[in-house]
């Protein structure tokens, strides 16, 4: 079984910084992309960044110059740096994984449990 671990987000004042982390553990056998989505309240879940299983990255127009995801791949971990928070930002933010099972090799899609970022005025 394989499991998305996030780290606690927490609350921050507008302009500060965060950074999350998210590990993959489990028995799989290849990580084919990974990213954080959010959802803010009342609204839909949407992409923030992620790394593509071609080995791009993706942002969200909004965060683009503000955020920067990086990953350790000996971790299997991703990282979401936020900088310059502003409170629209605020959101349950969910870690993501397209991955080739290990004895299956069939491809699923895993979520973490979320953790919230709240960013006061």
């Known amino acids: 079984q394989v499991q998305l671990v996030e780290s606690r987000g927490g609350l921050v004042q507008a302009g500060g910084s965060l950074r999350l982390s998210c590990a993959a553990s489990?028995?799989?056998?290849?990580?084919?992309?990974m990213g954080w989505y959010r959802q803010p309240p009342g609204k839909q879940r949407e992409l923030v960044a992620a790394?593509?299983?071609?080995?791009?990255?993706n942002y969200a127009d909004s965060v683009k110059g503000r955020f920067t995801i990086s990953r350790d791949n000996a971790k299997n971990t991703v990282y979401l740096q936020m900088n310059s928070l502003k409170p629209e930002d605020t959101a349950v933010y969910y870690c993501n994984a397209d991955i080739l099972e290990a004895i299956s090799l069939a491809r699923r899609d895993y979520w973490g449990q979320g953790t919230q970022v709240t960013v006061s005025s």
């Open positions: 790394f593509t299983s071609g080995g791009g990255t």
């Open positions: 489990g028995r799989f056998f290849r990580i084919n992309a």
